[in-house]
């Protein structure tokens, strides 16, 4: 049994992807080739936003996100602690300060109340310019923005969706990538839409952060390429990733179908061993992980490798734990850290038979 089966996805379209890759090593434009702008056209209509802008991997959409909205030193960007390292790692990039936000008990996502409490307290503190919310779609799930937007209306804050982990979730029907001010995805292969290396997309419906986005990830350039009108990032999609990424989003809404499917098979027949993740009224997801909690997690996951079926932890250690962050922040997430020692993920993909 596979964690995740890449191989049975590829059988499954490799005429279409081979065909595809074979052009682009038909016509040689092998950076920012005409499938990236037709992937970035299937992208930004499958969100349903204005712009959809390519780039080189996860961590370089945050990265030109936090360059579009000029995040700097002095800055207090808020985020969840129980997430993957780059969340915060790019806010730390660019020399802003990561304010850890514990989880929601039931979602695993950034929780509203305390991330209300972690504004308040940094406003009164003065020290700090309070700037941004990044929120993660943790494991397919989109998190709460019709709180979250509420909250940064209230202080007058921009939001960061970092949906690497969502893309495809939704909330009464609108698809993840379309929230906040601009939205960030990963097309790492294990996501659950996924090329062959390294690819990620922002998506925005502000004209003028698209602008900056288009800019930043080519050096900041101009009109003319060679005319570098500001300081910027080289963080292009290659093109043979485009192509596989145009053929695996055709099939994408289907094998969205088919994890919603497995999920649903796994809550009922799991319900009485494990807690099984909760979906609320309204949102969907896209399930690019099925986390299960349990308080005899190493044991559990002993039981199902000796019977050959492969488990993963995500996430051991909160980003308030780790070596880099460990000198931000002395405090307690209690919801957080409990996640991190109860969580475990089963195999979860569209080419997973019931039996």
């Known amino acids: ?6 191989e049975s996805q590829y059988k499954h379209l490799k005429e279409k992807i081979d065909a595809r890759i074979h052009k682009v090593l038909d016509h040689g434009a092998y950076i920012m080739g005409p499938e990236v ?4 056209d299937m992208l930004a209509e499958y969100v349903g936003v204005k712009h959809a802008i390519t780039c080189a991997n996860g961590t370089d959409a945050l990265t030109l996100a936090m360059m579009a909205l000029d995040i700097k030193e002095g800055d207090a960007v808020f ?7 780059a969340t915060a790692e790019t806010v730390a990039f660019a020399r802003a300060t990561p304010i850890f936000v514990d989880s929601d008990a039931s979602t695993f996502n950034i929780c509203p109340e305390d991330l209300e409490r972690k504004i308040e307290k940094v406003i009164k ?56 001010d601009i939205a960030t995805t990963s ?4 996501k659950p ?16 952060y698209a602008e900056l986005i288009r800019s930043y990830r080519v050096h900041g350039k101009g009109s003319d ?22 053929e695996k989003l055709k099939i994408f809404p289907d094998e969205l179908i088919k994890r919603n499917e497995l999920a649903s098979h796994y809550s009922v027949k799991y319900k009485d061993k494990w807690i099984v993740p909760t979906i609320p009224e309204g949102y969907t997801s896209s399930w690019a992980q099925y986390t299960v909690r349990s308080n005899s997690r190493e044991s559990d996951m002993k039981m199902l490798g000796e019977q050959g079926i492969p488990t993963m932890v995500y996430y051991r250690t909160c980003m308030h734990k780790q070596t880099a962050f460990s000198h931000f922040q002395i405090e307690e997430f209690p919801v957080a850290d409990d996640l991190s020692e109860t969580v475990f993920s089963l195999p979860m993909h ?3 038979t019931l039996d």
């Open 1 to 6: 049994m596979q964690f995740i089966d890449l």
């Open 37 to 40: 702008f037709e992937l970035e």
């Open 79 to 85: 985020c969840p602690t129980f997430t993957f390292f």
């Open 125 to 180: 503190e003065g020290k700090l310019n309070a700037t941004v919310i990044i929120a993660v779609d943790l494991f397919g799930l989109p998190a709460n923005y019709p709180q979250i937007e509420k909250i940064a209306k209230k202080y007058s804050l921009k939001i960061i969706e970092d949906t690497a982990q969502g893309f495809g979730g939704t909330i009464e029907g609108k698809k993840a990538g379309s929230f906040g």
């Open 187 to 190: 097309f790492f292969p294990a």
């Open 193 to 208: 839409l996924g090329c062959y290396g390294d690819g990620g997309a922002i998506f925005t419906n502000n004209d003028e």
């Open 225 to 246: 390429k060679y005319d570098n009108v500001r300081i910027g990032v080289n963080s292009r999609l290659d093109t043979i990733q485009a192509a596989i990424l145009i």
């Open 350 to 352: 569209a080419y997973m």
